[in-house]
């Protein structure tokens, strides 16, 4: 019998073992060090997310199954260390950020009320009064020059 699935809300580092449902909401690459690794933030249902990174070694070791990974709609994905979130600038609120370790599980599961998109958009009382973190990034658009 398999368990149930965690809510990406719910995420600390008080326990080890997590499964997560979530979908891709965006992944690229990037180099430090002179060493290429991944970073994504997935999505849950709820429309929570957080960010993940995927080291140098791990990376070399997946690069296929990341190719795959962003073709698949929605999957489950268990056996992750969970870490604070204390970048300078974070790219999701969440407190917590989840690392691919060498037994990270990525399995394909069909999550038929996933949106599509989650949009969170904040209060325009929120902007005015100026009630936002200052670290946290918000948005991106890619436009071609």
Known sequence: MSRGVDNIKDINDNKEVWKVAVKVDDIWTTTRYSKEYAE??????????IHVMIGPEEYKKRTDELAELMKLKTFTMTNFRVQPNDDKFKLTPHA????FISGTSVQPKDIPNMPVSAFKFKKFEEIQSLKFAEDILVGSLMCPI
Do not use: E
């Open 96 to 99: 917590y950020k989840m690392l």
């Open 40 to 49: 994504m933030i997935i999505r849950d249902i709820q429309g929570d997310s």
